[in-house]
């Protein structure tokens, strides 16, 4: 480690070194750019790095937007591409649970018929709006739905993450 001398500090008994760090203020100010209000009263550093960080956030916001955008876009081609056939994996798995209800019927348990028919219902009904509508439309009515309702979102992705836990291991 090199060893550093008193002139290279200001120290209580020496002005050479306050009189370089003056110097160097003098200089960060008048030469301040954006930042520059008029010798010592609002130039500096602080005020210098503060100009060129919002000069650069103002230069460089455009370029992120664009940035977003692209990864928006391709991520809604991408879920585009996949609603159709998450729609058909909901089709097939209403079929399934036409095939449980005819079942629950031939044996006579009516109630547990009507719930599995009704589930049936709300799976056709998902598929269809996944056809019929845009990604950004699903997307738009399931934050509004969110927003009406956090308990019952948290409680819906819960119960998924436990009917997926649970498909995992079996």
């Known amino acids: 480690m090199e060893e550093r001398t008193g002139a290279d500090f200001p120290t209580a008994g020496s002005t050479s070194g306050l009189t370089n760090l003056e110097a160097t203020e003098r200089s960060d100010t008048r030469y301040g750019g954006e930042g520059y209000r008029g010798g010592d009263a609002g130039g500096g550093m602080k005020e210098r790095v503060s100009a060129k960080a919002h000069q650069f956030a103002s230069e460089h916001a455009g370029q992120a937007k664009k940035v977003g955008g692209v990864a928006r876009d391709r991520a809604f081609k991408a879920i585009e591409s996949k609603k159709g056939q998450f729609a058909s994996e909901l089709d097939n798995f209403a079929g399934t649970l036409d095939e449980v209800s005819r079942t629950l019927e031939n044996r006579g348990n009516q109630p547990q018929k009507q719930l ?51 498909m995992l291991r079996s």
């Open 116 to 166: 599995v028919d009704k589930g049936a219902r709300y799976v056709r009904q998902a598929s269809r709006m996944l056809r019929d509508r845009s990604t950004e439309d699903l997307l738009d009515t399931a934050q509004s739905q969110i927003r009406e309702r956090p308990g019952l979102a948290v409680a819906g992705a819960l119960a998924l993450g436990f009917l997926g836990v649970r």
